[in-house]
């Protein structure tokens, strides 16, 4: 299971390692970490944070 986080926010914790934002606004700078957690609800280290503008 990997948790998605935006601005310390979990959006979502979810088996697929792909994520797909929506709702987005244009021109905009958007940061994200992810977690990893296992079948017992261990949690490991957040990722390193990626970020990504959106087109206008």
Request: without cysteine; negative net charge; charged residues 10%.
């Given at each position: 299971?990997?948790?998605?986080?935006?601005?310390?926010?979990?959006?979502?914790?979810?088996?697929?390692p792909v994520y797909t934002d929506t709702g987005?606004?244009?021109?905009?700078?958007?940061?994200?970490?992810?977690?990893?957690?296992?079948?017992?609800?261990?949690?490991?280290?957040?990722?390193?944070?990626?970020?990504?503008?959106?087109?206008?």
């Amino acid at each position: 299971m990997l948790i998605w986080e935006h601005m310390s926010i979990v959006i979502s914790w979810q088996s697929s390692p792909v994520y797909t934002d929506t709702g987005l606004r244009g021109l905009t700078q958007y940061s994200y970490t992810v977690t990893m957690r296992d079948a017992l609800g261990n949690t490991g280290t957040a990722s390193s944070e990626a970020s990504a503008t959106t087109l206008d």
